[in-house]
């Protein structure tokens, strides 16, 4: 099967599904639906967009994952000029320093931007381009004819489909895979992920640290933001604190309450300072946030298992690289239309 890899498709499809609804696979999905009569995204969870997403509670609300992006790339750029115009991405002027036991340093002054009014909303904005299915968890590919049949958790056909495409993490997109493609099942297995535990703290008042985000070092943290920094947030007082990779791996079991404990005592070594208590604190434990090596390719494709796939962890572990992997798979079936 591996002399298929990478061959355009002998017939353009009439039917796109695309399992997954972060940034790789809505990108897929807008770049595909003026040209592919019917796409449609299918997502497990109750929102779309992935690592770019918002928690609430009491009151509070947070950016649990991706912290903000930058643009380098020139076709990135032309898309978040669109972004910008439509409001529902901001620049964050946030001061981002070097941070040690208290002591700091400017980082950097490149152009940082965010979703707005939270990270999440960029990804709604993209899902309301598209048809996107949320709440449903494919389990189940199975080949027909020249196309895949699509099965969800509690057994229902979700009709079958020209192509798919796995807009995952490699993990679980390995799984779905194995049926249409041993090959690319096995590329994406072969994909390392690393975890991180983010932590979210409410306070009843400013905490007075004069920056706005940090990389932490000589520290189980690896970053901390004042989400409220952010444009367009409320005005109470968050922060999101962000564990190594490393502590993250040793600790992947340990109970959210300790994780929480442990990395609050992590923020007060590092700011130098004692905290007041937080009125809201909440944990959550990102299974695959980033890859260590990235594939050799933007996407991943198998004509005759009708298969591709996408995501950052193919470019790079930046909401650009997820970008740039959807957008680069649909130009690459467009190819064949």
Excluded at 68 to 74: C, I, L
Aim: charged content about 20%; overall charge negative.
């Amino acid at each position: 099967m591996t002399n298929t890899l990478f061959k355009t498709l002998a017939e353009p499809p009439e039917s796109v599904a695309i399992i997954g609804a972060g940034m790789a696979g809505l990108t897929c999905a807008t770049s595909l639906m003026m040209d592919v009569p019917q796409v449609r995204v299918f997502e497990r969870a109750l929102h779309a967009g992935g690592r770019m997403a918002t928690y609430r509670g009491r009151g509070y609300e947070f950016d649990a994952g991706t912290q903000y992006f930058t643009a380098h790339d020139d076709l990135f750029r032309e898309a978040l000029e669109g972004w910008l115009l439509e409001g529902v991405v901001q620049p964050w002027q946030g001061w981002v320093v070097e941070l040690d036991r208290g002591n700091f340093m400017s980082r950097d002054t490149m152009p940082r931007y965010v979703g707005t009014p939270n990270m999440s909303a960029l990804a709604r904005h993209l899902a309301e381009l598209c048809d996107v299915s949320i709440g449903t968890e494919v389990v189940k590919l199975t080949p027909e004819g020249d196309g895949v049949r699509l099965v969800d958790r509690l057994g229902e056909d979700l009709g079958r489909y020209d192509l798919v495409v796995l807009a995952l993490p490699p993990a679980p997109a390995a799984r779905l895979a194995a049926m249409l493609s041993p090959a690319l099942a096995e590329r994406a297995r072969g994909v390392q992920m690393t975890k991180c535990w983010s932590v979210m703290l409410g306070f009843d008042a400013p905490l007075g640290l004069p920056y706005d985000g940090a990389y932490v070092f000589n520290s189980q943290l690896n970053w901390v933001a004042h989400n409220n920094s952010k444009p367009k947030r409320a005005e109470r007082e968050t922060w999101v604190l962000h564990a190594t990779p490393e502590w993250t791996e040793q600790h992947s079991e340990m109970e959210a309450e300790a994780v929480i404990q442990t990395l609050v005592k992590a923020f007060e070594n590092a700011t130098g300072g004692r905290l007041p208590k937080p009125r809201m604190r909440a944990a959550r434990l990102w299974e695959q946030a980033a890859p260590i090596d990235g594939q050799e390719t933007p996407f991943l494709f198998d004509a005759e298992g009708r298969l591709g796939m996408c995501g950052d962890w193919c470019v790079s572990p930046r909401l650009e690289g997820a970008f740039r992997s959807g957008w680069s798979l649909a130009n690459f079936v467009q190819d064949a239309l």
